[in-house]
């Protein structure tokens, strides 16, 4: 099983709020990414990072900003929450030389702006 | 830019009733193929990666199998435990499709 958490699990929060959500994994992994997912759609990358300080933008435009300075963390902030924010977000991580390469997902979070 | 195509977007099946999900893609140079199971309200859970044409393989009812433009899932005598969403995505970017949602009735 998967050691990747999520938290909070569900959220339910104003516009104009600021917001982080919370990944960590125990499993030493150096690569890790955020996706958002909206019901019965694709997941789509928003962000990821391969290791300590190193942060990326993924393929789907974003409002959101992302830091790893622990290798087993990775918060995402949202600095003015908006309804268009709505959606599912999912963190993941892999090791660099799996044999699979895979990824383990978190529980994810279910973010609502109202 | 990569593309991944997930067909059908839903499929009913009655348990024993055996069948195939695909996902067709355009890539620049496959790094590899994924195929994961996503229930309601949780994460996607790894089931297989396929790195190369021809390349299959299995785990319990279900068989994944690798063309040049393409991958099957193949699943035998689904039980109703086998209702979820099927994700299959590609290379190291893991660009995903949007799933087939799979429903077996007993």
């Known amino acids: 099983e998967a050691d990747i958490y999520q938290t909070p699990r569900y959220l339910v929060i104003g516009t104009g709020k600021k917001i982080t959500l919370e990944c960590s994994q125990t499993m030493g992994h150096d690569k890790m990414y955020w996706y958002q997912q909206d019901p019965g759609m694709e997941l789509h990358l928003i962000h990821y990072s391969y290791g300590v300080n190193s942060t990326e933008k993924g393929d789907l435009s974003s409002e959101s900003t992302v830091s790893r300075i622990r290798t087993e963390h990775f918060p995402l902030t949202l600095e003015s929450a908006r309804p268009s924010h709505t959606s599912q977000y999912l963190c993941a991580s892999s090791a660099p030389r799996a044999l699979n390469n895979e990824q383990f997902f978190g529980p994810g979070t279910r973010l609502t702006v109202l | 830019e990569d593309q991944v195509t997930q067909s059908p977007e839903a499929l009913r099946l009655q348990e024993g009733e055996s069948s195939s999900l695909n996902c067709s893609y355009t890539v620049s140079g496959l790094r590899g193929l994924f195929w994961y199971r996503q229930d309601p309200g949780k994460g996607p859970e790894f089931l297989f990666t396929?790195?190369?044409a021809g390349e299959e393989k299995e785990k319990e009812r279900l068989k994944a199998t690798l063309t040049k433009k393409e991958s099957f899932l193949h699943i035998t005598a689904p039980k109703p435990e086998d209702s979820a969403t099927y994700l299959c995505?590609?290379?190291?970017?893991?660009?995903f499709g949007a799933g087939t949602r799979l429903t077996v009735k007993p």
């Open positions: 396929l790195y190369s």
């Open positions: 995505a590609v290379s190291d970017d893991m660009r």
